[in-house]
């Protein structure tokens, strides 16, 4: 886990998978890889396989050994509902999500039939879960916008959308059902520009259909100098979140052990160390 993540619109990210394989336009620059390959070869490091998918089950624990409530962006390295994750894996991060409930977990994909398929049926226990938002990323109108179709069909509580890297004008969204949206442009090296009548046209629909608008960057090879103002502001607008209690540690450890039991062919028998550690 990383907490204090550098990702504008999160506290913390937790990555229980490590790496993924690309599937659209969206994907074309993507930051993760580039991270990971940067490792490949190096002896110890968590990234020493590069992006090769791995999961990580030592990883599963940490959300129970976070002691004040965080807003945690679950698999920023990876997509959680790509195909190489077995249905028990991601049954199992979605019960740590559920039984940890004292932080909100933003879970986002590109995925989204697997999302849709998953929440309709084993995860239907975590789809009401308010605690928890479910996204899909949605970068143009080929590729994007059917996603938005599909998360749709979640019974989520909270559904939202990042608009990220935003690659052209989306035309009219239809944002029923939808409790929040990110816009961003693309960053680093061969960014893909994004105009700003494009980001404007998205704001308008938020706000005619109220639902909140967080703009996280202009992005553009200069990230930092290009910002995140937008006609003279900023927005960071959120759902509204929940408010649960944290148990006290020996109850989390007592949570993580039986919550685990029944996954026992997955997990590592380190796994608990970071809880009680
Ligand atoms: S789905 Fe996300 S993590 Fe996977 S390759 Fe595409 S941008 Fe990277």
């Known amino acids: 886990m990383s907490v204090n993540s550098h990702i504008e619109w999160t506290d913390a990210t937790w990555n229980p998978v490590r790496g993924c394989t690309k599937i659209s336009p969206g994907c074309k620059h993507c930051y993760a890889e580039t991270f990971a390959e940067r490792f490949r070869g190096v ?24 002691r004040s409530p965080k807003l945690v962006f679950v698999n920023s390295m990876s997509d959680l509902f790509q195909d190489g994750v077995p249905d028990e894996y991601v049954e199992i991060v979605a019960r740590v999500m559920a039984t940890a409930n004292w932080h909100t977990y933003q879970v986002l994909t590109k995925r989204s039939e697997r999302l849709r398929d998953m929440l309709q049926t084993t995860l ?34 909270v559904r939202f959308l990042s608009i990220e890297p935003l690659l052209e004008d989306l035309g009219d969204i239809d944002l029923t059902g939808i409790a929040w949206v990110i816009v961003g442009g693309e960053s680093g090296p061969g960014a893909r520009p994004m105009k700003r009548e ?64 029944g996954f026992q062919n997955l997990i590592q028998p380190n796994s608990l160390v970071r809880v009680t550690s």
Do not use: M
Not at 211 to 222: E, L
Not at 239 to 251: D, F, G, L
């Open 43 to 66: 002896k110890g490091h968590p990234y020493e396989q590069g992006f090769d998918l791995r999961l990580v089950p030592e990883k599963l624990a940490e959300p129970f050994s976070w």
């Open 124 to 157: 239907r226990f975590a789809a009401g879960e308010e605690n928890i938002w479910w996204g899909v990323s949605v970068e143009d109108r080929k590729y994007g916008l059917p996603r938005i179709d599909h998360l749709r069909q979640v019974p989520a509580k």
């Open 198 to 261: 494009w980001v404007v046209s998205i704001r308008r629909q938020c706000r005619k259909q109220r639902v909140p608008f967080f703009f996280k960057q202009w992005g553009g090879v200069r990230k930092v100098k290009n910002g995140r103002v937008l006609d003279g502001r900023t927005y960071d607008e959120y759902p509204s979140r929940t408010v649960s209690a944290i148990p006290e540690k020996s109850q989390c450890v007592a949570f993580a052990e039986e919550l685990f039991r």
